[in-house]
């Protein structure tokens, strides 16, 4: 049986600020923004929760001409369960400026 | 630094990250690539690049690393499932997959190896041993699968090889099991117990019997559990396809030999780069854990690619793989060498003579899919699991 890890508060962050948008699409330097982490957390955590089928993430084409796609994230129902279940510690959250998601 | 300086050097820096990262997890790269264009300020893309390339970069080179020895367990039972959909197949054949197998379990133990810092001369001994090993394919083939009294003949010579090195033999707190044959030590149970168990799985003649109830006095003389354990189980897989007075007779000798192997001590410390290094290879490295592992399941890939075979051919692939996986499975609990990934030429020359037994190729060709560089692809595969793990 695949041993469950327990999350670091930098994932419980990310989980929250993709909570907070809801059925929202994220994009990768907003998400750094809001959770406080650097591109070079956020993005394993991105793709390990991609390939656990906690994130969807999908291509958007630019709304003006001329820019590139971007890749855009949300949390998946297992996801959303995820993040409620692993709300990140308070004051790191107060800090971000994030709402404490509640259990 | 120039701001458009700072904007090229970030782009650089996603481009190659992107080259670098394995098919399955390009378009990530992609999505960091875009992203950083996204970002207005050059000073914070380039922090953007940075952080993302210092964090996967070194996951990508050790993934490109590691790559082709992962993917060969894969590609083979692929391989496999097409072949025995039509029928046939190139890798259908368990003995061409087992020299790549060989091939691959004896790299990624040097890749273990080299990150434990061990001898070079280390990995030049199994290095050689693997060359001999392969060399030796063909005419062991030839004379042990010669039908007639021959094979027979020649595993209870065998036999008589081993119970002689068990009385004889160097002796090292109680076990003797070693020979030295002008300066090189060989444990001579490693290098022709496989064989001889392959080979009787074939030819279970009155003569081959005997040669392996010898074999299995000569593992209790020693005594060797991890042998023992690698008779019994390749034994026990024998019976299950073909249980004939023959086998159940040699299994029961092997059982007995077993069991006195158990209630024997078994002194003998663990030997750096040899003994039980299927778990501590992870304490050195997560690499070295991930190449030794990858070695060890690499062996027993000919037995999967056996399974659908019939009759004789079908024993044959099981007590392979039981043999190997006994033999695995000792080394990970007790202070027994651990085959072909570890130290030691003797368990590689007996993984490439027991492959000589195996059924041969019928055809082969592999088809193996690579994606576009910028074609976003999904990454829930092994790949991302290892890069991640």
Redesign the interface.
């Known amino acids: 049986m695949p041993r469950a890890r327990a999350l670091s508060n930098h994932a419980r962050t990310v989980l929250a600020a993709l909570l907070d948008a809801g059925a929202g699409w994220s ?3 907003e998400l ?1 923004r809001l959770a406080g982490v ?4 956020l ?2 955590l ?3 929760l ?2 656990q ?1 906690h994130l969807e ?1 999908e ?1 958007q084409q630019p709304a003006e001409g001329g ?5 855009a994230y949300r949390l998946t129902k297992t996801g959303v369960q995820l993040a409620r279940d692993n709300p990140p510690d308070s004051k790191v959250a107060a800090r971000r400026g994030l709402r404490e998601v509640p259990t | 630094m120039s701001v458009r300086f700072q904007r090229r050097i970030a782009n650089l820096l996603c481009r190659a990250l992107q080259s670098i990262l394995p098919p399955q997890l390009r378009d990530w790269g992609l999505a960091i690539r875009y992203e950083v264009a996204e970002i207005p300020e050059d000073t914070q893309a380039l922090s953007f690049a940075l952080a993302s390339v210092c964090t996967l970069a070194p996951r990508a080179i050790g993934l490109l690393l590691i790559q082709p020895f992962v993917a060969l367990p894969g590609a083979a039972v692929r391989a496999s499932r097409a072949g025995a959909n039509r029928g046939s197949g190139t890798l259908h054949s368990p003995r061409a997959v087992g020299a790549l197998c060989a091939v691959g379990a004896v790299g990624m133990g040097l890749v273990y190896m080299t990150l434990a810092g061990a001898p070079v001369g280390y990995l030049i001994i199994n290095a050689g041993a693997l060359v001999i090993g392969l060399a030796l394919l063909f005419p062991v083939s030839r004379g042990l699968g010669a039908g007639g009294r021959l094979p027979g003949v020649l595993i209870l010579g065998l036999s008589l090889l081993l119970l002689a090195t068990a009385l004889l033999g160097l002796r090292v707190e109680g076990a003797a099991r070693w020979v030295n044959l002008g300066g090189v030590i060989v444990q001579p149970s490693l290098v022709l117990l496989p064989l001889m168990l392959v080979g009787f799985s074939r030819t279970r003649t009155p003569l081959a019997t005997v040669g392996i109830v010898v074999a299995a006095l000569a593992m209790a003389l020693q005594p060797d559990r991890a042998m023992a354990a690698m008779m019994t189980l390749a034994l026990a897989a024998v019976a299950v396809t073909r249980a004939d007075r023959p086998t159940c007779l040699a299994f029961t000798a092997s059982l007995l030999a077993f069991g006195v192997t158990l209630l024997r001590p078994d002194a003998l410390p663990a030997v750096p780069f040899v003994d039980r290094i299927l778990f501590s290879s992870f304490g050195v490295h997560a690499l070295a854990g991930l190449a030794v592992l990858a070695g060890s399941v690499m062996l027993v890939v000919p037995a999967i690619i056996g399974r659908s075979r019939d009759g004789d051919d079908r024993a044959t692939c099981f007590a392979f793989g039981a043999a190997w996986l006994a033999a695995t499975l000792a080394a990970a609990f007790g202070n027994h060498p651990t085959p072909v990934v570890g130290f030691g030429g003797s368990a590689i020359l007996g993984y490439a003579l027991s492959l000589s037994l195996l059924p041969r190729p019928v055809e082969s060709r592999v088809g193996s899919a690579t994606a576009p560089p910028d074609e976003p692809l999904a990454s829930r595969d092994i790949h991302s699991r290892i890069a991640l793990a």
């Open positions: 994009h990768g330097y750094c650097k591109s070079g957390t993005y394993p991105l793709i390990r991609e390939a089928g993430a291509w820019r590139p796609p971007r890749h």
